[in-house]
């Protein structure tokens, strides 16, 4: 799962480095990141929740029975995806007025946010049906082609961006504005988009073929334990609405920065960064939960439900304290990192252009601080979601999302060029307070679940990566790091040569740290991916 996530990442990490080719810094490219959010906004509000935290431990449960479940999934697959076609329908619909409350954009720019809309928001109904499609194999132990989907997403996504520079040019060599924007830009800049996502879901239609479970539309939901999934998922479904209310909100505070210019000059970021460097930044900070964080949560998600359902209380600690130790030799380690080679990574989805680079620099910077702490509120909460109880997450997404709100609005009082900046504090605000939250609600429903021994084990990560990241910091000022006119902000290569070097000498410095310190958990990470490396070098001779 790893293996496939980081392939998808590092597509992912191509894609964002040819949209920033396509329209950094324009307000078009702004304009679009507000509008390609809104899709993936929307299904989490409704439905994400429901599809990732519940379905899983009903449908192991359902896979016990003499029809591997058959009955259930069917009945269930036909429910989600007539509501996701409603739901989608519906949002297509409405487009005007949902673009309008979630974004602070007028005139033009407001028209412009509105086609892409059309082209993006048929995205719901696929991912729900990624979602859908992909719970049902994780429950069935068939996590690969759920980690792999996402790659064939970034190749078709990669494929259109380079279409649409070819057709229209790169936004260092034309001026894409709001006033010259094309209907023809739009086919190939949101098309494309979509139809990526279109590709991911699809495909596991064939891997959840192969399952043999002989699934087909099931209208008869009556009497058939959906009703006990319905009480849990509506847990589910107001933590989402609560949590992601807040992102709308965000979203709409975001825009502000954009919508304050005047023109719509291709060159507005050079004043005001907009959502195009907070998403940058975003995708860069969440990439390590992603990889390693999301992989081990999904396996021993389906591990805790078990736990839970056989009351094994004991086996349930102690997967939840092996995955957080684990997941923490990763994320501790890709914090300092992030902070260390905020520069260079901004660089890389700048576009070409410095000002570009920096603004994304200074938003990962600020967030690359909460990135561990992300992680771990991740995992605290997939335990309550193991045990079927979906009330405690509800109570503590309305706690954090009064945290989330409060620094959130606070930002919207910044002057307009300091205002992403101060949304992603408040991201690193809530990212830091979740953790505390979450394991106060858990240590009273589960016990000590070795609190003392994550906290040593996180204490020697830390340690370790703080020698790697001041090793990186005098790396990187060989090659210009802190000198405005330095190697690193001249172009996207000498960015990714920075990288290259630096990136490779902290990671060395980390474990080598690791093994003085006699961290055991590397041998988690590590072992697996070593035993296949083994086993496929074996296999060739």
Known sequence: MAVGTLVSRILGFVKAIVLGIAVAGTTAG???ESSNYLPNLIFMLVAGGVFNAVLIPQIVKASKQPDRGTDFISRLLTLGIVG??????LVVILVTPITSLTTAYSGKDLELAITFGLFLLPQIFFYGLYSLLGQVLNAHNAFKAYAWAPVLNNVVAIAGLLMFIAVAGSSATTEHTVDNWTSGQSWILAGTATLGIVVQSVILLVPVHRLGLKLR????????GLGATARIAGWVMGTMVIGNLSFIVILRIATIPIASMTGGGA????????????????ELYIMPHSIIALSIATVMFTAMARAA???DFSKLRSSLSGAL??????????????????????MLFGGNKEF???????????LAIGAPFYSINFILN???????????PFLIQCIMVVIGLGTALLAALLPPPLIIYGIAASYTISNLLGPLVSHLFLRARLGDYGGGLILRAHMRFLAAALVSGLVGELALSFFGGSDPGGFMWHSITAAAATLAVVGTVMAVVYVIMLKVLRVRELDDITAPLLSKVRSRLSRSK
Do not use: C, M
Not at 277 to 282: F, H, Q
């Open 217 to 224: 539309p099931r209208f008869d939901w009556r009497d058939t």
């Open 356 to 366: 570009a680079g920096r603004q994304i620099a200074i938003v990962l910077a600020i």
């Open 84 to 89: 996701l076609f409603t739901l989608t329908a």
């Open 267 to 282: 060159d507005a970021d050079s004043v005001i960064p907009g959502p195009y460097a907070l998403n940058r930044a975003v």
């Open 309 to 311: 359902a056989a009351h």
């Open 325 to 346: 130790r684990t997941t923490g030799v990763a994320t501790v380690f890709a914090g300092v990192a992030l902070l260390v080679l905020s520069g260079p990574f901004g």
């Open 382 to 392: 997939r335990v309550f979601y193991a045990q079927e109880n979906a009330k405690t």
């Open 30 to 32: 702004n304009i679009f």
